[in-house]
């Protein structure tokens, strides 16, 4: 449990940042919170006993900051934007799925102002969020883990140490990637099962059952794709994002990424059909449409070969 004396500023209150800063709160902390969107500020401080803040740099003296924001680079322009009045030996915590480049060169900043950075990105989604149920992946030196590990045990179940400075959000990268392959696997795969007229339910309840499952298939079709909700809380542009940081990743370290590449080519394809961002379970929805004009039966299927 967090220590009600410790003051804990959190930055961007979006759809996950907003469960942390209450998980936080619950914990024992004080929680300071900050989000452009002054409304939604005051309606979550109002509703959780958090101490709403309009000016950013009323944060600058609590002992621990984490941000949540949508990139890394906004990450770093925060930190900038408050470096020269953040409390010496103070403990930077970014939730944000940020690039680990932009992390190391955060790393490199912070300590010449005498701050310890960890980066701890999230990974469940907002339910889980909400009950305190998600995994923390956290890199950074271990003193600077075992400082923040009271907070991210507040917000996590399972809080995973990946190693130095920058692993934590590679190891999400890399989680997101492979979460957004399976999730275009099953939508290809569902497309195919469409045509052939077999019932989207009977594709999924069979491949829950099967060695096809993943959690796509357990969770994003029947919950948000089959009854067309489309409302999983994380944008199709995050996703595009992440999986662009792991083909980064990927590039960088010299290896093979075809599979993440070519996921990547059919996300920023969907990207490009919407007139805005949408949830990234629309990219079902994106590839089911694109084969709308088909036949839904195959007009022959090839002869199976004489046993």
Same mark, same amino acid.
């Given at each position: &449990? ?12 979006? %759809? ?35 101490e ?28 900038? $934007? ?9 403990? @930077? +915590? ?12 955060l ?21 889980? $969020? @909400?009950?305190?149920? !998600? ?14 590990m ?20 590679? &190891?999400?990268?890399? %989680? ?6 399976g ?6 795969a569902?497309t ?15 491949? %829950?059952?099967?060695?096809?499952? %993943? ?22 542009? *995050?996703?595009?994002?992440? +999986? ?19 996921? *990547? ?7 490009r ?12 929805? @994106?590839? !089911? ?19």
């Amino acid at each position: &449990m967090a220590s009600a004396e410790r003051t804990v500023a959190v930055i961007g209150l979006g %759809n996950i940042g907003a469960p942390v800063a209450v998980r936080l709160r619950s914990a024992g902390s004080r929680v300071l919170a900050f989000d452009l969107r002054r409304r939604v500020v005051a309606e979550l401080a109002g509703e959780h006993d958090l101490e709403a803040v309009e000016d950013i740099g009323a944060v600058a003296g609590a002992e621990t900051i984490v941000t949540i924001l949508p990139t890394g680079v906004q990450v770093a322009e925060t930190f900038d $934007a408050l470096a020269s009045d953040l409390r010496r030996g103070a403990l @930077w +915590i970014d939730m944000s799925s940020s690039a680990p480049a932009h992390t190391l060169a955060l790393g490199r900043r912070a300590a010449q102002h005498g701050i310890r950075v960890v980066d701890a990105p999230l990974s469940g989604g907002v339910r889980r $969020a @909400w009950d305190g149920a !998600l995994t923390v992946m956290v890199g950074g030196d271990d003193d600077a883990v075992d400082a923040a590990m009271p907070f991210l045990q507040a917000v996590g179940s399972s809080v995973q140490r990946t190693g130095p400075l920058g692993s934590g959000h590679a &190891m999400k990268a890399l %989680n997101n990637g492979v979460a957004a392959a399976g999730l275009v696997a099953a939508g290809e795969a569902l497309t195919v099962a469409t045509r052939f007229g077999i019932d989207p339910k009977v594709f999924v309840e069979v491949i %829950n059952l099967s060695t096809g499952r %993943n959690v796509a298939t357990e969770r994003k079709l029947p919950e948000h794709v089959l009854p067309r909700r489309f409302d999983s809380g994380f944008g199709l542009s *995050l996703m595009v994002k992440d +999986i662009t940081i792991a083909c980064e990743l990927a590039d960088h370290e010299r290896t093979p990424a075809e599979v993440l590449h070519r996921v *990547l080519g059919v996300c920023r394809q969907a990207q490009r059909s919407f007139d805005a961002d949408r949830d990234h379970t629309e990219v079902v929805s @994106w590839l !089911l449409a694109e084969r709308a004009d088909e036949s839904v039966v195959p007009a022959a299927l090839p002869e199976a070969d004489p046993v």
